[in-house]
Every structure is written in structure tokens, then in C-alpha cells.
């Protein structure tokens, strides 16, 4: 059931990814209200042609990311659609979940005197290792370890889709070897860098640049507070990758 679970959860998040911003913004209306909403209410909310919000949630229904049900309206006319998010309309919520959780692991391990930095790292590469487990590698993520080296910065760009999918809001930066994750949980109370969330998920990114690119490409996680998002640098294994924080 677990593996299932972890299955559906990624896969939902891949979806997310996926969808454009029309279909976003939809599925965010959505997630705001109470209740479920009809054509008319969304259309109204959203200032959408009524023809034009049914075609994109006709998509989003079939992507599963959108489920509808028929309401009666008290009147003798027909029964109306209703709509309602299937999924959470943000990463936000997973990614909450995903530190809550592994802050009840930091608080377990603290408490029976075991030295959680050192450790974070290991539970990284293992995460990493589960999910190359249980998920299939996306072919465009794959990099052929023969390619020279600008046909490997020219994958970057679908690593990064890639990382987005897995819900770390992947930017990419002026450098073609640098991205911005603006969704990456590594700070604790009032923005402060936690460093064991920090050499978690840097482990966990590194073990993915890792296995896509057949070793070829490294990373190194920077948190920088000041911005409230971290840096992830890719580079070629002569470099020992690193976690740290900008000051």
C-alpha cells in the first residue's frame, strides 16, 4: 500500500507540473472555494466565457486532477455539474507534509542522541533510491554519458522539468549550470536554515543529478535566507558537491 501511495503521490505531482497556466489558475479557483462550483459560478469568479472554462475542465477532469458530480438545483430543470479539486492545487501542501514528517524523524533521532546531520545526508541518497525504485525514469531526463558537454547543458533544461515535476519549482538562472528552487523546505523557525533539512534534500538532489546523468553532472545545494530560496549548482564530478548556506 505504501509503494502504491508513494506511486499516486508523484504521479499526481508530474500531472500538476504539466498543466498550463489557464488550467492552473482553474484548478486554483477551484481549491478556493468551500464548495464544489458550477460552469456559471466558476465563469463568474474567474471572468471566463462559460464554453471556454468547460473545455478546460473536460481536460483537467480526464487528467484526474478535477472530479465532478450532478446537483440537483431545487427547479425542475436538469441536474447540474458541480466541480472540485481531485488533488491539492499547490505544492505547498505536499511540501508541508514532506517537512513535517521528516521534522518528527529530526525530533526522534535528536531525542535518543544520534547525530541527525551526518545521517541526513544517507536518508537523502536512500529517498533518492526509493524513488528511481518505484517510479520510472523519465526518458528525457535520461542523459547519454558519451554526449559532450554541450549536448549535456542542453539536457539541463529537461532536468530541470524533470525536478519540477517532484514539486522543487526548478528556475533557471542567467547560468546555464545554476537553477533557482523556490521550493526546496530547508529552513526552520523564522527562516533560519535547518541543516539537517539542507543536507537532506541536497543529498536527495544530488542523487538524482547523479543517476540521470550517468555521474557526468554533480550538485551542490546553497540556501540563501536573504531570498528565501535555495541555489542548486550543477557540476562535473571533479568537484566534491556540497551543502551550504549563503551568508
Not at 140 to 150: L, R, T
Not at 222 to 237: F, I, Q, T
Amino acid at each position: 500500500m505504501t509503494q502504491i501511495a508513494v506511486g499516486r503521490s508523484y504521479q499526481a505531482l508530474r500531472e500538476l507540473a504539466a498543466l498550463t497556466s489557464t488550467q492552473y489558475q482553474v484548478l486554483s479557483a477551484l481549491a478556493e472555494q468551500l464548495r464544489p462550483q458550477s460552469v456559471q459560478q466558476l465563469s463568474e469568479h474567474l471572468k471566463m466565457h462559460p464554453n471556454t472554462l468547460r473545455e478546460h475542465l473536460e481536460v483537467l477532469c480526464e487528467k484526474g486532477q478535477v472530479k465532478r458530480s450532478r446537483q440537483k438545483n431545487g427547479g425542475r430543470g436538469r441536474p447540474v455539474w458541480y466541480y472540485e479539486p481531485a488533488v491539492p492545487a499547490s505544492f505547498e501542501i505536499v511540501d508541508n507534509l514532506a517537512t513535517y514528517r521528516s521534522s518528527a524523524v529530526k525530533k526522534v533521532l535528536e531525542r535518543r542522541g544520534i547525530e541527525i546531520d551526518i545521517l541526513a545526508a544517507e536518508f537523502g541518497r536512500e529517498w533518492a533510491g526509493e524513488l528511481f525504485a518505484h517510479e520510472v525514469l523519465p526518458t528525457h531526463a535520461q542523459i547519454d554519458p558519451k554526449a559532450p558537454e554541450s549536448a549535456l547543458e542542453l539536457h539541463l533544461s529537461k532536468v530541470r522539468i524533470f525536478l519540477s515535476s517532484l514539486g522543487f519549482s526548478a528556475r533557471t538562472t542567467q547560468s546555464p549550470q545554476e537553477m533557482i528552487l523556490l521550493t526546496c523546505p530547508v529552513w526552520g523557525e523564522e527562516r533560519e536554515v535547518d541543516t539537517y533539512q539542507l543536507n537532506l534534500y541536497w543529498a536527495f538532489l544530488d542523487e538524482i543529478m547523479r543517476v540521470v546523468t550517468h555521474g557526468q553532472i554533480r550538485a551542490s545545494l546553497v540556501a540563501v535566507p536573504k531570498e528565501g530560496y535555495s541555489r542548486l549548482r550543477l557540476h562535473g564530478p571533479e568537484l566534491e558537491p556540497t551543502a551550504s548556506i549563503q551568508v
